[in-house]
């Protein structure tokens, strides 16, 4: 059984769709899902079908965290908790902006929630405006590329460490184009008791503007090239990072996206992209990726 | 048991009776004293729910929306500033229909910053799909968040009660209470049976998106849930009069309505005021009256339009203002005398706003001014000074 089922209406190559299909078979069904207002939500409940095989509960755009809060204490109070992991999956904007607030007070109070961002570095659901993960350099729709201004001139909100100073027991990152290692890391997630957060880097279609059928190899790019680290972090220790042989310089991942064209086309982009390849030097360093 | 107790300890004692499963909220004046009253219960071992202290009035209520979707009956309370934070949650938690129940505490809402009472809070929430219930007394407050859950869970209704008592006239006072035995409220409130809720057993979704081909009909079955509501209210308070010997029969309350020339509409503690005024007047031959609404949401057209038969004029005197026209309440009697042959005339105050005292003399004087024609018909605010001294 599809637990994610066929008949969505997601784009064709669409990188989220993807993630979510294997963060659910990795819990085997036995989850209830907390989506927020999003892409995915939108995607898979039109009234009156649904592609979703578990329980699960769109509420609102921000309160996610808040609504999975609930979920996890009425399983407590009634004794179900048998049942299933509490699993939210978020987009990038409903996670690092406007939902914030609500992710913090689910991890400080110490649910026992998997927090999943499904990062697709933009609200593409209304139509490609920047969010506090869209990278430096990128062209959205409320950050476009203009005469004077290059596009977004901020660096992605670090999520994950936002995670860790809340004690989250267990933060990771991940990519849609390693689906094992997804697969390997929700199991980890989930059987660990109180707040887990996983932020899962997938690609967007018509938002970066790349060739569906090249949506796997390019959210590997991003891996490739330093810019997505995949890394592990248990009890607030780094315990893992996905090794890189022979990094491949940023414009390898950049060259191919719509959303970063404008950069190589005059000096001022030559020197946005030489920050960029400075983000992924310092990710390299920083986490030790380089094999 | 009758007991002497703040308005707030009634509220919190009848919450324990009633045993939700999962409690959250937020703090703010002047609802604090009643999770505080909670919180000690839970922390001495009286009542087993789960309390979560929430990371705000939008978290509190979004938590509940999660814990209701699953099965467990749960309570909150807020006022104000909170109840105008959860807005966004309050259209959702009722177009998932879902039986929260939630006593607001009223107060006035900022700016000016101000604790004190008025009922712009929760009337500015009228549209939200939430059934909404106002107190006249302590009493009634705590009688009001029993049968609430009785009326939010019924299968035929559910949608979510807001039972609204007014800050610090009520929150804060000391009355004698008859308070609800454990056993009392096991007889009267069934165990809650959701029939739909989230469950691994039998996955369902919650919160589909509704195209333009679905989603009026999802309004209209709301409209019709909050006019079968409209049923449930007299049932189930004809069961609880039964079962505890007080409080009504109906959405309204009549006071020497039977041969009135002027009906005195209002709600909530005001309402006891408004009581006294029509005493003295009816000492000096007037003969006025008083409809007191308990259910605003739904609005008892039947009921208020019945009471207006045989009057000449009424007044509504109300704690808030819809800025722009009139106060809310004003409107919706008037849109249930549109109909009448002879339709009495229509007086509306707005009074007491961010905690300014109503006293009977005002409210008498206010009723006399419209009685000897000296106002016209229309919307007023009952008390103004130092407009003056705020201009300048
Ligand atoms: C309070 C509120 N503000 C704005 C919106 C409009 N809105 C709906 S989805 C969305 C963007 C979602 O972005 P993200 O979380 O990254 O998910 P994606 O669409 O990219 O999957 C926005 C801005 C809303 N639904 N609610
Ligand atoms: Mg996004």
């Known amino acids: 059984m599809m637990l994610f089922g066929p008949g969505h209406r997601a784009c064709a190559g669409c990188g989220c769709a993807v993630t979510i299909r294997h963060v659910l078979e990795a819990l085997e069904g036995k989850c209830f899902v907390v989506n927020s207002t999003g892409c995915m939500e939108v995607v898979s409940t039109p009234y009156p079908?649904?592609?979703?095989?578990?329980?699960?509960?769109?509420?609102?755009?921000?309160?996610?965290?808040?609504?999975?809060?609930?979920?996890?204490?009425?399983?407590?109070?009634?004794?179900?908790?048998?049942?299933?992991?509490?699993?939210?999956?978020?987009?990038?904007?409903?996670?690092?902006?406007?939902?914030?607030?609500?992710l913090s007070g689910m991890m400080f109070r110490g649910h026992d929630i998997l927090y999943v961002c499904y990062d697709n570095e933009a609200y593409m659901n209304t139509g490609v405006q920047m969010s506090g993960l869209t990278p430096l350099g990128a062209h959205t729709t409320t950050s476009p590329a203009g005469k004077s201004i290059p596009g977004n001139l901020g660096p992605k909100k670090d999520m994950p460490a936002i995670a860790l100073a809340h004690g989250a027991k267990y933060v990771a990152t991940a990519s849609m184009a390693f689906l094992a290692d997804i697969k390997k890391k929700i199991r980890k997630a989930r059987d660990i008791t109180g707040p887990s957060y996983i932020q899962i880097h997938s690609t967007c279609v018509p938002g970066w503007g790349i060739d569906s059928a090249r949506s796997v190899e390019i959210?590997?790019?991003?891996?490739?090239?330093?810019?997505?680290?995949?890394?592990?972090?248990?009890?607030?220790?780094?315990?893992?990072?996905?090794?890189i042989k022979n990094r491949k310089p940023v414009e390898e991942y950049l060259k191919v996206?719509?959303?970063?064209?404008?950069?190589?086309?005059?000096?001022r982009g030559k020197e946005i992209i030489e920050k960029i390849q400075e983000i992924a030097d310092y990710n390299a360093q920083y986490y030790g990726l380089d094999a | 048991m009758k007991k002497v107790v703040e308005g707030s300890v009634a509220i919190a004692h009848a919450v324990k009776t009633i045993r939700p499963d999962v409690i959250a909220a937020y703090p703010i004046t002047p609802q604090t004293h009643i999770v505080e009253r909670l919180s000690?219960?839970?922390?001495?071992?009286?009542?087993?729910?789960?309390?979560?202290?929430?990371?705000?009035?939008?978290?509190?209520?979004?938590?509940?929306?999660?814990?209701?979707?699953?099965?467990?009956?749960?309570?909150?309370?807020?006022?104000?500033?909170?109840?105008?934070?959860?807005?966004?949650?309050?259209?959702?938690?009722?177009?998932?229909?879902?039986?929260?129940?939630?006593?607001?505490?009223?107060?006035?809402?900022?700016?000016?910053?101000?604790?004190?009472?008025?009922?712009?809070?929760?009337?500015?929430?009228?549209?939200?799909?939430?059934?909404?219930?106002?107190?006249?007394?302590?009493?009634?407050?705590?009688?009001?968040?029993?049968?609430?859950?009785?009326?939010?869970?019924?299968?035929?209704?559910?949608?979510?009660?807001?039972?609204?008592?007014?800050?610090?006239?009520?929150?804060?006072?000391?009355?004698?209470?008859?308070?609800?035995?454990?056993?009392?409220?096991?007889?009267f409130l069934p165990p809650y049976d959701p029939k739909v809720y989230l469950?691994?057993?039998?996955?369902?979704?919650?919160?589909?998106?509704?195209?333009?081909?679905?989603?009026?009909?999802?309004r209209y079955v709301m409209q019709q849930a909050m006019e079968r509501a409209k049923k449930k209210i007299r049932k189930v308070f004809t069961e609880f009069k039964e079962m505890f010997n007080r409080g009504e029969e109906s959405l309204i309350s009549l006071y020497k309505m039977e041969d009135a020339d002027i009906a005195i509409i209002t709600l909530g503690s005001l309402t006891s005021t408004v009581r006294e005024a029509v005493d003295r007047l009816r000492d000096?031959?007037?003969?006025?009256?008083?409809?007191?609404?308990?259910?605003?949401?739904?609005?008892?057209?039947?009921?208020?339009?019945?009471?207006?038969?045989?009057?000449?004029?009424?007044?509504?005197?109300?704690?808030d203002i819809s800025l722009g026209h009139e106060g809310a309440v004003f409107t919706d009697v008037k849109s249930v005398v549109y109909h009448m042959k002879d339709r009495p005339s229509a007086f509306g105050f707005a009074v007491g706003l961010g905690g300014r005292d109503v006293r009977e003399s005002t409210i008498e004087k206010l009723i006399v001014e419209c009685i000897e024609g000296r106002k016209k018909e229309g919307f007023y605010f009952g008390d103004v000074k130092r407009v003056k001294e705020i201009l300048k």
Request: aromatic content about 10%; some cysteine; glycine content about 6%.
């Open chain 1, 257 to 267: 996206q719509a959303r970063f064209r404008h950069l190589f086309k005059d000096e």
């Open chain 2, 40 to 187: 000690e219960y839970i922390a001495d071992g009286e009542l087993k729910s789960e309390y979560v202290r929430a990371d705000s009035e939008f978290s509190a209520i979004s938590i509940l929306v999660g814990a209701s979707a699953t099965g467990a009956r749960t309570f909150t309370s807020t006022s104000s500033q909170g109840l105008a934070l959860m807005h966004e949650v309050l259209f959702n938690a009722s177009g998932m229909r879902l039986p929260i129940v939630m006593v607001v505490a009223n107060r006035a809402l900022s700016a000016p910053l101000n604790i004190w009472n008025d009922q712009q809070d929760s009337i500015s929430q009228r549209d939200s799909g939430w059934i909404q219930l106002y107190a006249e007394d302590i009493q009634e407050a705590h009688d009001l968040t029993l049968q609430a859950y009785k009326i939010s869970e019924d299968i035929e209704v559910r949608l979510p009660s807001m039972v609204c008592m007014d800050g610090f006239i009520l929150t804060h006072a000391y009355e004698p209470v008859d308070l609800f035995e454990d056993e009392e409220v096991q007889k």
């Open chain 2, 284 to 319: 000096k031959g007037i003969k006025a009256g008083v409809v007191k609404i308990i259910s605003y949401r739904p609005f008892p057209e039947e009921e208020i339009r019945k009471s207006l038969d045989k009057v000449n004029s009424f007044i509504v005197f109300e704690k």
């Open chain 1, 49 to 102: 079908e649904s592609s979703w095989e578990v329980p699960y509960i769109h509420s609102l755009f921000e309160n996610a965290s808040a609504v999975a809060a609930g979920i996890e204490t009425a399983l407590k109070s009634l004794s179900r908790e048998h049942e299933g992991k509490v699993v939210v999956i978020a987009g990038d904007g409903a996670t690092a902006d406007i939902g914030v607030q609500t």
């Open chain 1, 219 to 243: 959210a590997r790019l991003a891996v490739e090239t330093g810019l997505y680290p995949i890394f592990e972090y248990e009890n607030g220790q780094l315990v893992s990072v996905r090794k």
């Open chain 2, 199 to 218: 469950t691994t057993e039998d996955p369902l979704t919650f919160g589909a998106l509704a195209t333009p081909e679905y989603y009026t009909e999802f």
